[in-house]
């Protein structure tokens, strides 16, 4: 079935369907193999971590959620799209569109305010600047910075810029969000802010979102936290 991009969501209850993926690269005369076999299911409205030790794949693996990356067998679908097999217009215009993505390090345009930072994704998308103004004003307001619209990113403490990227990674209402360590370049009590902010967002927006993270707080306050290791995925046995 031809893969279509739009923008209404389907009746679907599960956002990411995953099975069998494998990633291999070479390097150099060896074949090294970050994981094999994998699934993975999200339902609409989780919030999933995803934690392991440096070097597992996790990184590899949310780029290849996201569309970032391609696997290197098994298949992928993001409510339906096929990411592994669709093509890289098809895909890039999905991603824009329905995928909102956050990193550890904010990757915020210098020369841009705040809101313009998070006008971007708008504009390229299509949206006129008129149009684009007040919905991203809305999400700064959401993200607690609306005097700080005025702000480039060399003016705001880290914590104000990792808000500012998250708003930017949302302000486009997308399908899913998938955080890269988004607390790890943040101290303890920021970090907790940042988390907390997720929290509420997820509540305001019915947001579905897959972390990255080595923060054990974030994990906890996860519906589910499931670990790469040995190539793997294994669900974290439940706190008591």
């Given amino acids: 079935m031809e893969n279509r991009i739009v923008k209404e969501r389907s009746t679907s209850e599960v956002i990411i369907r995953a ?24 339902e609409r409205g989780e919030l999933v971590s995803i934690v392991g030790a440096s070097g597992a ?50 990757h915020l345009l210098p020369e841009f305010t705040a809101l313009e930072n ?38 705001l403490s880290g914590g104000e810029q990792q808000r500012v990227a998250l708003a930017r990674a949302l302000v486009t209402s997308p399908l899913l969000l998938l955080a890269d360590e988004p607390t790890g370049n943040l101290d303890q009590r920021t970090g907790d802010e940042i988390l907390d902010l997720l929290q509420r967002l997820r509540e305001e927006i019915a947001l579905t979102a897959v972390i990255v993270t080595h923060n054990d707080r974030l994990a906890a306050a996860s519906d589910r936290t499931l670990r790469l290791e040995n190539r793997r995925l294994n669900q974290e046995p439940e706190r008591g």
Avoid: C, W
């Fill in 118 to 155: 998070i006008m971007m994704p708008l504009l390229i998308s299509g949206s006129t600047q008129r149009a684009a103004r007040p919905v991203a004003l809305d999400m700064l307001d959401r993200v607690g910075l609306s005097a700080r619209a005025a702000h480039r990113p060399g003016e």
């Fill in 19 to 42: 099975a069998g993926l494998t990633r291999t690269y070479q390097r150099g005369s060896n074949l090294i193999t970050v994981f094999d076999d994998l699934s993975l299911l999200v």
């Fill in 57 to 106: 794949g996790k990184s590899t693996l949310l780029h290849i959620l996201g569309g970032l990356d391609r696997p290197t067998s098994g298949s992928l679908e993001i409510d339906g799209f096929d990411i592994a097999k669709s093509t890289a217009l098809d895909l890039a215009r999905f991603r824009n569109q329905q995928i909102g993505f956050v990193f550890q390090f904010h």
